[in-house]
C-alpha cells in the first residue's frame, strides 16, 4: 500500500521562504498570527505570501486566543485557508469561524488526549506539540509514547522536529503529516532552503521505508 506522510513547513515570513517550501514539495505553509511570535506576520502579510502558492499547498494560519474580528479578516483574506487553534479555544470558539481546522494538543504526562480528541469532533486533525510555558511551539520534542494508538482523528506530529529525527518519529507514530518550524531555520522566522530540502526528503525517506515494510 502506497504510504505518504504529509509536511506542513510553519512560521513563514519571506517570499524565498514560501518559494523553497513549494519547491520542496510540502503540502502545506503556516503563518502565525499570534502577536508574541518571533515568526508573527500580520493578516495581509500573510495575505500576500499565500498568493505565491500554487493549487493543492494549503495555507494554514496559526491563532492563540484571536478575537473572532481577527479570524474574519483572514478568512476573507485568503479563502482557502486551514485555520489552526493553538491556545485555549473551546470547541464552540472553533466552530465559530465556520472553516475547516486543526486542535493543537499540548502533550504531557497526564493529558488524556482521547477525552481531547472527543471534545473536538469536528477538527480536521489534531496537532500534537510539547507542553510548554506560553503558547504555540516551543520546538521541544515530547514524549511520543504517550500518543495513544487509537486516535480518531487524524494526527499531526509536531515539536521540536527536524531531519535527523524525523524518520524515527514517522515509523514510530505513523502520523497523518508531520509539522516543522524552528527545525529548518537559520534564525527565527527565516528558513533554510537547504534545511526544508533535508527534512522533505527525509520525510519520503521514511514512507519508503514503511511501505517496504512487508506487513
Given at each position: ?61 496559526l491563532c492563540v ?14 479563502p482557502n485557508l ?134
Open positions: 500500500m502506497s504510504v505518504r506522510t504529509r509536511i506542513k513547513i510553519c512560521g513563514l515570513t519571506r517570499e524565498a521562504d514560501v518559494d523553497a517550501v513549494v519547491a520542496a514539495g510540502a503540502d502545506a505553509i503556516g503563518f502565525v498570527l499570534y502577536e508574541r511570535s518571533p515568526r508573527h506576520v500580520s493578516v495581509e502579510r500573510a495575505a500576500e505570501l499565500a498568493q505565491r502558492l500554487p493549487p493543492f499547498v494549503t495555507p494554514v494560519v486566543n484571536a478575537a473572532p474580528s481577527l479570524i474574519e479578516r483572514a478568512s476573507a483574506a485568503i486551514l485555520l489552526q487553534f493553538h491556545g485555549d479555544e473551546t470547541p464552540a470558539d472553533c466552530a465559530a469561524a465556520g472553516r475547516p481546522f486543526l486542535r493543537a494538543a499540548r502533550m504531557a504526562g497526564d493529558f488524556d488526549l482521547l477525552d481531547f480528541a472527543a471534545q473536538y469532533p469536528h477538527a480536521q486533525g489534531l496537532l500534537l506539540d510539547a507542553h510548554v510555558d506560553g503558547y504555540g511551539g516551543g520546538g521541544k520534542v515530547f514524549d511520543w509514547s504517550l500518543i495513544p494508538r487509537n486516535v480518531r482523528s487524524p494526527v499531526v506530529l509536531s515539536g521540536g522536529l527536524h531531519a535527523g529525527n524525523v524518520i524515527e518519529g514517522i515509523l514510530r507514530v505513523r502520523p497523518w503529516a508531520v509539522d516543522v518550524s524552528s527545525g529548518v531555520e537559520s534564525a527565527k522566522g527565516i528558513k533554510d532552503a537547504w534545511a526544508i530540502r533535508r527534512f522533505c526528503d527525509a520525510v519520503r525517506e521514511a514512507d519508503a521505508r514503511i511501505a517496504s515494510t512487508p506487513t
